[in-house]
């Protein structure tokens, strides 16, 4: 076929090829531009009379190496991307066969820049639409969603748990069903479409429980109902926190009525989060013994936040104008001990300051002194503290004369004392003298409703110190709740410190999680797929638990402690589960 035979062929079809959207090129076999469409001249901003004719090279020189190789190797080339300065096309281009002779080259191609700003949109709302079920399923309210004729599209989390309702026997049904079958006596989702406007009423809902739902209507542009939005309440809940409120103001500073009424309290629990019944009640006791200057003691593991609610108690106490020094036992050396706690005078021994130094006990005075890890501290300085708790005086290292002091003692431990004193590492008159009100603080693997809480508050807290937008996934925070913490909450910080840093996208995903949180689930996973009984499915978590906490201690003691266990029955569950004890760390 000759080039005119071509272009003659092709002028026969013009109006077909016009009439396609794409654009269309076509060149014969010296290169010639045989046929330029007018979708051809829309995309390239170029009028056909410009370019027909004309050989490829010159009007599109960027296109001719690419037409030139089709033509030369007989091989198309499909899907290619190209960039122009005013949009975005992909190109086919195919060699034209003639009698087993190519005679020329077609390039097809294709506008994609409004599909691309699709893409770009449908990528944005899919990080919206995440977004927003994080919020829904991390909140603590019970959320029932349906569109504008009552038929059920979402249900949350809380929903589940405050109701008992499973969202698999919701979904998809409608409201007015679900009253016929009985599952609820009343709707506030039908009151709201009849009237228009937000209702508030108590509901029963199956198993004879009894909520307070609120329905919100969500407006169309027409002004029609599109959605609406039920928040659900347990009233269960409710009457229980209104009679703890009831029983506690009878206390000067109870915590809840202090936390919204009283200021200088909310500022003393600044960044402390209390979800946990179990936390709220050491909240409770320590708001009660806050204002007198009885001796508290604070029991429980490290990094259950011992410091930071004996500094609240200070916030509390009448003492909040005075200092609140914090004196770490198991962080100075025993040779300085009794100097950094008491202080000397001029000249007391070799390397002395000569106008002498007031210690830890004298510049706590008017406030609070807290001793942590109070079980490191040694015998003989035990006497001493001792004498500052009943006699209120001290002698300065090198001084005979007693000095007068007025603070109030909180000491904390996560080591049994009571064990010490049997092991007479412990003095028992002291013992007694500090543990008048003792406090223990539950490790946060008891306390799991607090996890969730705390991993938000840390992450807005990250974000803020490192001027980032990181954000969870829920199923994130699923894996953060269902971990053990040995660590408890320092290391729930640790986590969430270490992953807003390493994570390479805004939102964190599992991938982004420690090996050890990500292990623990498909550990856990495959021992309940593969567990021939209940008793089975126990004794293998019990075994995967146990084995943690060895990992984190320093010896068979404090793993029983911190599993709350004798230390015997934590070895004849290690001999029956082939655990190996703990090799001491201080060998």
């Not at 076999?29 to 004719?53: M, S, W, Y």
């Not at 927003?132 to 589940?160: C, F, H, M, P, Q």
């Not at 009679?243 to 506690?248: D, P």
């Not at 909240?283 to 429980?300: F, N, P």
Request: include cysteine.
């Amino acid at each position: 076929m000759e080039k005119n035979d071509l272009r003659r062929g092709l002028d026969a079809c013009s109006f077909v090829l016009d009439s396609f959207h794409n654009g269309i090129l076509i060149i014969d076999k010296q290169g010639h531009v045989v046929c330029f469409n007018t979708g051809a001249a829309r995309i390239f901003g170029e009028p056909r009379d410009a370019v027909l004719g004309r050989h490829l090279s010159e009007v599109r020189p960027e296109t001719w190496p690419h037409l030139k190789e089709v033509m030369e190797t007989g091989h198309p080339q499909i899907g290619k991307k190209i960039s122009l300065p005013r949009t975005t096309i992909i190109v086919n281009r195919t060699p034209i066969f003639f009698g087993g002779e190519i005679v020329g080259v077609i390039s097809v191609f294709q506008d994609i820049s409004e599909y691309e700003a699709i893409l770009s949109k449908l990528s944005g709302y899919q990080n919206l639409h995440q977004e927003l079920e994080a919020i829904i399923e991390s909140s603590g309210d019970g959320l029932y969603v349906t569109d504008g004729k009552a038929n059920t599209i979402r249900v949350n989390s809380a929903y589940e748990r405050i109701t008992g309702l499973s969202r698999e026997n919701l979904l998809g049904k409608n409201m007015k069903e679900l009253l016929r079958d009985g599952i609820f006596d009343y709707s506030a989702t039908l009151e709201v479409i009849k009237k228009k406007s937000q209702v508030t009423l108590m509901q029963q809902v199956k198993g004879n429980k009894q909520v307070m739902v609120t329905g919100t209507p969500i407006f169309d542009g027409n002004h029609k109902i599109a959605l609406v939005v039920t928040s659900v309440r347990d009233i269960t809940e409710l009457n229980e926190l209104r009679a703890q409120l009831e029983e506690t103001r009878k206390f000067k500073f109870d915590y809840m009525s202090s936390f919204l009424d009283e200021s200088r309290l909310a500022g003393s629990l600044r960044g402390m989060v209390v979800k946990s019944r179990s936390f709220l009640q050491v909240m409770e006791k320590a708001a009660k013994v806050a204002d007198t200057d009885i001796s508290v003691i604070l029991c429980g593991e490290s990094g259950t936040g011992k410091s930071m609610l004996a500094r609240a108690i200070h916030e509390m106490s009448g003492r909040k104008d005075g200092p609140f020094v914090k004196i770490n036992c198991g962080a100075i050396p025993d040779s300085l001990m009794e100097s950094e706690l008491f202080g000397y005078e001029k000249g007391a021994f070799t390397g002395a300051r000569i106008e002498g130094k007031i210690g830890y006990v004298e510049a706590g005075n008017s406030g609070t002194l807290f001793f942590d890890e109070i079980g490191e501290l040694k015998m003989d300085l035990q006497a001493k503290l001792l004498e500052v708790i009943e006699e209120k005086t001290f002698n300065r290292v090198g001084s005979a004369r007693p000095t007068s002091i007025d603070v109030r003692i909180i000491a904390a431990t996560h080591r049994d004392l009571k064990d010490m004193m049997r092991r007479n590492l412990f003095r028992e008159d002291l013992y007694y003298r500090l543990n008048v009100i003792p406090i223990d603080i539950p490790p946060l693997r008891q306390r799991p409703e607090d996890i969730a809480a705390l991993a938000l508050d840390f992450l807005i807290r990250f974000n803020e110190k490192n001027h980032t937008r990181k954000r969870l996934t829920p199923e994130v925070l699923d894996r953060l709740t269902s971990y053990l913490y040995p660590g408890n909450v320092r290391e729930l910080i640790n986590i969430l410190e270490r992953i807003t840093i390493l994570s390479e996208d805004d939102q964190i995903t599992l991938t982004d999680l420690p090996v050890e949180l990500r292990e623990q689930q498909a550990g856990m996973s495959a021992d309940f797929e593969n567990a021939h009984s209940l008793k089975d499915a126990v004794e293998r978590f019990e075994a995967k638990m146990i084995n943690q906490v060895l990992r984190f201690c320093d010896s068979d003691a404090a793993a029983a402690r911190k599993l709350g266990i004798h230390t015997s029955t934590l070895w004849r569950k290690m001999n029956r589960y082939g655990l190996k004890p703990i090799i001491s760390k201080m060998q």
